[in-house]
């Protein structure tokens, strides 16, 4: 459980940020500026909060009440910048030590060599930074981090300098990470790609406050938000499974509570559950069910709010609510819509 609750002043900004969320994954989204990193470094220990309190799993790490403010070093958290920041004279298996030989013997919980493995990093070991790539570089950033053994892992903008290649490459890790360690993360995006894809919980901040904190399909799917998440990026957030693979045409069905989507193919075996990010731009609506048309899916459903003066719509297909511009009872998604897909076990 993290449980936050402060104020602080840094220049003419002002940060007052509010929340408790427990979550494999917690995103911390919104545009440059919002105060994320502001946030993260307050968790870091790096900037001190003039009130309130942050606590990690009944533990505080800074509480102006009762006074307490852990130095960075004593509250055993793993933190993964925009840049990798590795040690340019040290090996990657010297820059992936360099934590794990400082924790305390009774806390080295996560092995080295279960790292190395976790973050394909076997073939790495004996080169330094300037001879890796982007995405291999900060795979050796975040190895550093988490045998540094920490209790929360803060992971701000890690993609922000990548290619799309190699952001796709570091994501995939990430998951990994998610589901073996079970280490709990705070991952910090202004991309809505990135935190649907990954967060569980997110919070959404805007000029410095705590706007909306909930599950991701609820947060970026609420209409009166849609300034702030985005406005070409509005849209709905779908929990799905891998029904079937159509290997001659190259497409998979997923089920949800709504219904059934025909999507390009997917890797993920049968039973998988993965996550649909559909954008609302990439909707197309009718009042009568679409005929001769080479869209792939086609959902009937009804309004079920509205935003006055927006043009924007909430619509529900059974028990699955959707975003979308207008006031129409059929929704047709084109085949190329875009989406983004996470893989959790079936169970």
């Known amino acids: 459980m993290i449980d936050v609750d402060i104020e602080q002043r840094l220049g003419s900004f002002e940060l007052s940020v509010s929340f408790r969320a427990e979550a494999p994954i917690l995103g911390l989204f919104g545009r440059s500026g919002s105060g994320k990193t502001s946030l993260v470094n307050a968790f870091a220990g790096v900037s001190r909060p003039q009130r309130g309190h942050i606590v990690v799993n009944g533990e505080a790490l800074f509480d102006s009440d009762g006074g307490v403010d852990l130095p960075p070093e004593r509250r055993r958290l793993g933190y993964v910048f925009q840049d990798d920041l590795l040690f340019p004279h040290l090996s990657v298996e010297a820059n992936i030590l360099y934590g794990f030989h400082r924790a305390p013997q009774a806390a080295r919980a996560i092995e080295p060599g279960h790292i190395v493995e976790l973050l394909g990093l076997e073939r790495l070991l004996r080169r330094f930074p300037a001879a890796l790539s982007g995405g291999e570089r900060q795979r050796v950033a975040i190895g550093r981090a988490l045998l540094a053994q920490p209790r929360l892992l803060l992971m701000d903008e890690p993609l922000a300098s990548l290619d799309v290649l190699r ?22 995006s202004h991309s809505v790609g990135e935190i ?36 070409y990026e509005a849209g709905a957030v779908i929990e799905a499974t891998v029904a079937s693979h159509d290997l001659t045409d190259g497409l ?29 731009r990439d909707v197309a609506l009718a009042t009568e069910p679409p005929r001769r048309v080479s869209v792939l899916n086609i959902l009937k459903g009804s ?45």
Not at 168 to 185: A, C
Not at 212 to 229: I, K, S, Y
Not at 259 to 273: F, H, M, N, Q, T
Request: some cysteine; proline content about 3%; aromatic content about 6%.
């Open 167 to 188: 952001q796709n490459e570091v994501l995939r890790y990430i998951e990994q990470l998610r589901d073996d360690l079970h280490i709990p993360i705070v991952y910090v």
């Open 196 to 231: 649907t894809r990954l967060a569980d919980i997110v919070v959404l901040l805007a000029d410095g406050k705590s706007l909306a904190v909930g599950d991701v399909d609820d947060v970026m799917g609420r209409l009166e938000l849609r300034p702030h998440t985005g406005r």
């Open 252 to 280: 998979a069905t997923l089920k949800f509570q709504g219904g059934e989507l025909v999507v390009p193919s997917v890797e993920a075996l049968i039973g998988e559950r993965v996550r649909v990010r559909i954008r609302a």
């Open 303 to 347: 309004v079920a709010a509205s935003l006055p003066n927006q043009g924007c719509c909430s619509w529900t297909s059974r028990s699955r609510r959707s975003t979308y511009c207008d006031r129409t009872r059929y929704c047709a998604i084109s085949s190329s819509f875009a989406m983004t897909f996470t893989f959790r076990s079936s169970t």
